[in-house]
Nanobody, 126 residues
Framework: QVQLVESGGGLVQAGGSLRLPCAAS????????MGWFRQAPGKEREFVAA????????SYADSAKGRFTISRGNAKNTVFLQMNSLKPEDTGVYYC???????????????????WGQGTQVTVSS
């Protein structure tokens, strides 16, 4: 079993930045893909960004391109989502997810991810 713990959420004004870390622990996989998803109030959860095991391949939702950056820590068991130029429509609960398979480019569907964190709230005020 893998445990994922997100942090770094909070309240920020439009145009501001937040950095969300996600730490993985428990069963270790030789290689796994990590992703970020979010769920806005009253909406379905949606893909934001994902990164391959090596960190050499990334995928982004159109809404995140140019503003968000996903990266992995040196130990590979931590992933970060740097969010810049935040907009009110970025408000939601952000979830970290892990897929225990090699995928390049990293996949964007929820069904591909086996493990999920509890989420961290991000609120962007106008």
């Amino acid at each position: 079993q893998v445990q994922l713990v997100e942090s770094g959420g909070g309240l920020v004004q439009a145009g501001g930045s937040l950095r969300l870390p996600c730490a993985a622990s428990g069963r270790t996989f030789s290689r796994y893909t990590m992703g970020w998803f979010r769920q806005a109030p009253g909406k379905e959860r949606e893909f934001v960004a994902a990164i391959s095991w090596t960190g050499g391949s990334t995928s982004y939702a159109d809404s995140a391109k140019g503003r968000f950056t996903i990266s992995r820590g040196n130990a590979k068991n931590t992933v970060f989502l740097q969010m810049n130029s935040l907009k009110p429509e970025d408000t939601g609960v952000y979830y970290c997810a892990a897929e225990p398979r090699v995928a390049s480019p990293p996949r964007t569907r929820e069904a591909n991810y086996d493990y999920w964190g509890q989420g961290t709230q991000v609120t962007v005020s106008s």
